[in-house]
Nanobody, 114 residues
Framework: QVQFVESGGGLVQPGESLRLSCTGS????????MVWYRQAPGKEREKVASINYAGDVPYYVPVVRGRFTITRDNAKDTLYLQMNSLKPDDSAVYYCNSDAPVNWGQGTQVTVSA
């Protein structure tokens, strides 16, 4: 059963950075497209960034492009999201999953507040 575990969230001030990690018990290295999603209170879960297996074709939604960087290390079965220049609107629970998501993990809370 696929199970992802996200970590690295926290409370930061606007303009600061966080690096999220996601491990998958072998699931990440076996998944072609991996995706970071986020869900803010009262909103639907949305895709933030995705990356192909080789790690050389990232995709970002416009609101995070230029600030976030998605990478993966298949040998370590880990997905990363480097988030710079964080804004209050980035506050949400962040999840990783495939592009056909199943079995959501607990996510990691990111709060950006002064």
């Amino acid at each position: 059963q696929v199970q992802f575990v996200e970590s690295g969230g926290g409370l930061v001030q606007p303009g600061e950075s966080l690096r999220l990690s996601c491990t998958g018990s072998g699931s990440i290295r076996s998944t072609y497209f991996m995706v970071w999603y986020r869900q803010a209170p009262g909103k639907e879960r949305e895709k933030v960034a995705s990356i192909n297996y080789a790690g050389d074709v990232p995709y970002y939604v416009p609101v995070v492009r230029g600030r976030f960087t998605i990478t993966r290390d298949n040998a370590k079965d880990t997905l990363y999201l480097q988030m710079n220049s964080l804004k209050p609107d980035d506050s949400a629970v962040y999840y990783c999953n495939s592009d056909a998501p199943v079995n959501w993990g607990q996510g990691t809370q990111v709060t950006v507040s002064a």
